[in-house]
T-cell receptor, first 116, second 115 residues
Framework: SAVISQKPSRDICQRGTSLTIQCQVD?????MFWYRQQPGQSLTLIAT?????????ESGFVIDKFPISRPNLTFSTLTVSNMSPEDSSIYLC?????????????FGPGTRLTVT | AQSVAQPEDQVNVAEGNPLTVKCTYS??????LFWYVQYPNRGLQFLLK??????LVKGSYGFEAEFNKSQTSFHLKKPSALVSDSALYFC?????????????FGDGTTLTVKP
């Protein structure tokens, strides 16, 4: 299993500012994933963060808007830059861990962001 | 490409009755299928998964799901619902050849169990 913590748990930010979200895992993992869950909607993958290389972004997401760091195998940050109200979402960090019956995907508790 | 459909936005059941939350999927290869539950103001919790083997998969909190390849479905079930089961449920699919973590999630189904 994997225990994931995120900071902050929630924040209210003004438009035009940036927020950096931290994700800490209790064990080493190769890949970490950042998802967004907009109000009343499903989860959308933003990017995959590998240690030692640039993050890989999904269609519709760009590095300038969502820069990601992955300095080691247990930690990652996601920055939401130049925020607008449309960025109000829950941002979730996730990892995969392999077990005896394949992968299981674990999620952090999420960071609830409100942009005013 | 992979996709998931949860045709019901809401499911309402009485406590003690059986419940079913529906999920259908589409993948180009063999599917890995997952169910997650999200309680208010909480993160996603893993319930169960299908990778291979028995079509009936048992998971946490008494939930089970049946993989049906011909109908491309993976419906979540529980024989006797509890009020505490009320939550948002997500089905997710991944092609077994897809990079780990790149699951596609359904839109979610809100389950309400009434006393």
């Amino acid at each position: 299993s994997a225990v994931i913590s995120q900071k902050p748990s929630r924040d209210i930010c003004q438009r035009g500012t940036s927020l950096t979200i931290q994700c800490q895992v209790d064990s080493q993992v190769t890949m970490m994933f950042w998802y967004r869950q907009q109000p009343g909607q499903s989860l959308t993958l933003i990017a995959t963060a590998n240690q030692g290389s640039e993050a890989t972004y999904e269609s519709g997401f760009v590095i300038d808007k969502f820069p990601i760091s992955r300095p080691n195998l247990t930690f990652s940050t996601l920055t939401v830059s130049n925020m607008s109200p449309e960025d109000s979402s829950i941002y979730l960090c996730s990892v995969d861990k392999s077990g005896t019956s394949g992968y299981e995907q674990y999620f952090g508790p999420g960071t609830r962001l409100t942009v005013t | 490409a992979q996709s998931v459909a949860q045709p019901e936005d809401q499911v309402n059941v009485a406590e003690g009755n059986p419940l079913t939350v529906k999920c259908t999927y589409s993948v180009s290869g063999n599917p890995y299928l997952f169910w997650y539950v999200q309680y208010p103001n909480r993160g996603l919790q893993f319930l169960l998964k299908y990778i291979t083997g028995d079509n009936l998969v048992k998971g946490s909190y008494g939930f089970e799901a049946e993989f049906n390849k011909s109908q491309t479905s993976f419906h979540l079930k529980k024989p006797s619902a509890l009020v505490s089961d009320s939550a948002l449920y997500f089905c997710a699919v991944r092609d077994h050849n897809t990079n780990a973590g790149k699951s596609t999630f359904g839109d979610g189904t809100t389950l309400t169990v009434k006393p």
